[in-house]
């Protein structure tokens, strides 16, 4: 199954901007999907993940903020993003996972700047 991210771009600070991850397939063929993202100089990070049952899961620095979900008929996981700052601007990327491998996506760029 490939993953397609969108939704990136440039936002002002305090800004809200929605990520999407189109799979080819049935996102439920994934046990656990996730947003990452990867900042300039800096290892990349998990952000969200979301189970395949539904269970939702944050880091600490975008808790509150961030909100994945998904749309099973469209095949789709979103992060919804506000209150940004300069400190979220990365590439996020979306994954898939299963016992037996893990898709990525190419990702998108998000900007956090005035």
């Known amino acids: 199954v490939q993953l397609v991210e969108s939704g990136g771009g440039l936002v002002q600070p305090g800004g809200s901007l929605r990520l999407s991850c189109a799979a080819s397939?049935?996102?439920?063929?994934?046990?656990?999907m996730g947003w990452y993202r990867q900042a300039p100089g800096k290892q990349r990070e998990l952000v969200a993940t979301?189970?395949?049952?539904?269970?939702?899961d944050y880091a600490h620095s975008v808790k509150g903020r961030f909100s994945i979900s998904r749309d099973g008929a469209k095949n789709t996981v979103y992060l919804q993003m506000n209150s940004l700052s300069p400190e979220d601007t990365a590439v996020y990327s979306c994954?898939?996972?299963?016992?037996?491998?893990?898709?990525w996506g190419q990702g998108t760029q998000v900007t956090v700047s005035s």
């Open positions: 397939g049935s996102i439920f063929s994934f046990d656990v």
């Open positions: 979301i189970t395949s049952g539904g269970t939702t």
């Open positions: 994954n898939g996972r299963t016992t037996l491998y893990v898709s």
